[in-house]
């Protein structure tokens, strides 16, 4: 693979990525106005807590373990300790 159609595919999963998270943030800032008896920091809790699982057991995965380096490994294992915490530590 040439070096610009790498950095062109580079700059294409940046994007995709970057689309994904400002539509996931779009949905969680109208999830913290639909229920007038749910605070904020509620939903704000629970969406870490089911992104801490959910990427979680996507760095669980051998193929991306395998080829993931200490930073990617240490914030996998800092998700799987939040997740893994009493309610009161939080």
Wanted: aromatic share 6%; with cysteine.
């Amino acid at each position: 693979m040439n070096d610009d159609r790498e950095k062109r595919q580079f700059r294409q999963a940046d994007a995709a990525v970057e689309r994904a998270v400002a539509a996931f943030m779009k949905s969680v800032g109208a999830l913290t106005v639909r229920w007038e008896a749910v605070l904020p920091s509620y939903i704000a809790e629970r969406v870490l807590l089911e992104l801490c699982a959910e990427m979680s057991r996507l760095t669980d995965d051998p193929v991306l373990r395998n080829h993931a380096g200490p930073a990617t490994l240490k914030l996998a294992n800092a998700l799987a300790n939040y997740r893994d915490s009493q309610w009161a530590e939080r």
